[in-house]
């Protein structure tokens, strides 16, 4: 669901990832200088693969950081032309939008988000639940790659049902795993066994405070926002 994903720390290992979901709203927003080139399609067009007959559609997709260079630009449109060899029926407008946490309730209130867009791993359920986003189940478990996803992290996409199924809403594009390191030097310079490193947030916050108070040196430290290229 974001262009880069966030995660949150919350367990001593946990999983973030990102989520590409259809809004349930319409926008005609498009980005100045990003449109590809060509007519869009205003006729019903037959698909080259199976023949069957498609009315045109035209999707914005947010798939533009604010400011990105004109190679950026060029690149996508490649890609959407690619895509649009195969899909003659589809216009692809490309729009800017890049997730925030203050402007994206406000955006989905007014009506200017994309068609299509990301949020971070933990937007899912909330929009789900709100019915912001589009049922996509049937289309995407057509692709035959479903059930091959990590289903810790497509559950973030899923909505299950009272009958114990599950219908999916958004789909994971990037996942990554989180966890706490620790350094054995600074665990020795403060008396700590490095070979038993903390297991729980109690023995983190001992083990932070010893270390502090030993050498001096900072017993816990966390990601910034813009320190570490994240």
């Not at 402007?103 to 709100?130: C, H, N, S, W």
């Not at 909505?159 to 665990?187: C, E, H, Q, W």
Request: aromatic share 8%.
């Amino acid at each position: 669901m974001a262009a880069k994903p966030y995660g949150r720390l919350k367990t001593l290992a946990t999983l973030a990832a990102a989520i590409v979901i259809v809004s349930a709203c319409n926008s005609a927003t498009s980005t100045p200088g990003a449109s590809v080139a060509g007519t869009p399609a205003t006729n019903a067009t037959v698909a080259p693969s199976t023949g069957v007959a498609h009315n045109p559609v035209t999707i914005s997709v947010g798939v533009l950081r604010p400011g990105v260079d004109q190679k950026t630009v060029d690149a996508l449109n490649t890609q959407i032309a690619e895509f649009q060899v195969k899909y003659p029926w589809i216009t692809v407008t490309p729009q800017e939008y890049n997730w925030t946490a203050p402007t994206f309730a406000a955006q989905r209130l007014a009506g200017t988000l994309p068609d299509v867009y990301t949020v971070p791993f933990t937007e899912g359920k909330g929009l789900i639940e709100q019915n912001a986003i589009v049922n996509i189940d049937s289309l995407f478990r057509a692709l035959g790659y479903a059930d091959k996803l990590n289903q810790n992290v497509l559950t973030n996409g899923e909505r299950v049902n009272a009958d114990g199924t599950k219908t999916i809403f958004g789909v994971p594009y990037a996942a990554y795993g989180m966890s706490l390191t620790y350094n054995r030097s600074l665990f020795t310079a403060a008396g700590l066994d490095p070979n038993k490193p903390p297991t729980t947030w109690d023995e983190i916050r001992t083990a932070a405070k010893a270390i502090a108070d030993k050498t001096k040196m900072a017993g816990y430290a966390q990601m910034a926002t813009h320190a570490t290229g994240g």
